[in-house]
């Protein structure tokens, strides 16, 4: 009997540890909102952080911090998973497979290669979650609904640059060069990505060379997809109930396709 009851008030403390996640990941209260701001400030802070040492070696200071940071993105990724409606969705969404990959390099691979420089650029892919912390300015963030497609352009342009910055350095530079080595990989990158070609810098082998081609291509393709975002007028994606049109100015009463009434959300009063 006594062993029923401790399983009932586990099960109960279980489904309240998951009620008040959920709240917190996808609920409306100033608690929730606060929650998900830190844990938008704890996504960038910890990008910023693993661009700064890709190129740094590793001291027990730097590996505990690791540790740490592997610890919390681990737990925040199962709770995501644990609350998510669709977990197989979740499990399989890119952003999600590249905090494995970088809790993988934080946690397990330093137990058998600390040193490798590899292991230490794949933390560059914590890049790749920018795009679930879109996700979130995008519920919390009028400015950014209003400028969407400026910004999302600018974090294309950003994760292409550092992480093709990081295979760059991995494939042409040698792990004693540091942060000088690291500096020179971005500078290439910028460089063949702007085809400004200066040839200080240059790429010998075939696959080099077919990397240079790739981020010639796909560089420029992005710099124009921002310059075109910043100058175009800009519009704001609110879906039209009657025809499904998902652009509209951030002033408009009306759907210009069906002429839909259109309750578009502003800095003012509600519009009607």
């Known amino acids: 009997m006594a062993r029923l009851k401790n399983t009932h008030i586990t099960i109960w403390h279980v489904n309240k540890l998951y009620k008040n996640l959920r709240l917190l990941y996808t609920g409306g209260s100033h608690r929730a909102r606060l929650f998900r701001y830190s844990l938008i ?10 661009i700064a040492v890709a190129a740094l070696p590793e001291t027990p200071a730097t590996r505990a911090l690791n540790s ?6 681990l737990l925040d990724l199962l709770a995501r998973l ?9 499990l399989i969404r890119i952003y999600t497979i590249a905090d494995l990959i970088v809790i993988a390099s934080l946690l397990i691979a330093p137990l058998f290669a600390a040193n490798l420089t590899f292991l230490r ?50 494939l042409a530079f040698e792990e004693h060069t540091g942060v000088g080595g690291y500096i020179d990989a971005l500078y290439f990158t910028v460089a063949t990505l702007t085809t400004t ?32 975002a910043i100058f175009q007028p800009s519009k704001i994606k609110y879906k039209c109930p009657e025809c499904g049109l ?22 003012g009063s509600t519009q009607t």
Not at 200 to 222: N, Q, R, W, Y
């Open 197 to 228: 070609g200066f040839g200080d810098i240059t790429m010998t082998t075939a696959g080099g060379k077919l990397l240079s081609v790739f981020i010639m291509i796909f560089g420029v393709a992005l710099f124009v997809q921002l310059a075109r």
């Open 41 to 50: 400030v704890f996504d960038a802070l910890s990008i910023v952080y693993f």
């Open 246 to 267: 998902n652009r509209h100015d951030p002033d408009a009463i009306h759907c210009k396709h069906c002429g839909k009434s259109l309750k578009i959300e502003t800095e």
């Open 82 to 90: 644990w609350v998510s409606e669709n977990r197989r969705r979740e």
């Open 121 to 170: 650029v794949l933390r560059g892919l914590r890049l790749i979650h920018a795009y679930h912390l879109l996700r979130d300015l995008r519920r919390e963030s009028l400015f950014f609904r209003l400028h969407e497609d400026a910004i999302l352009a600018a974090v294309h342009l950003f994760v292409f640059i550092f992480v093709t910055t990081s295979l760059v350095f991995v």
């Open 68 to 73: 740490v940071l592997g610890i919390l993105i």
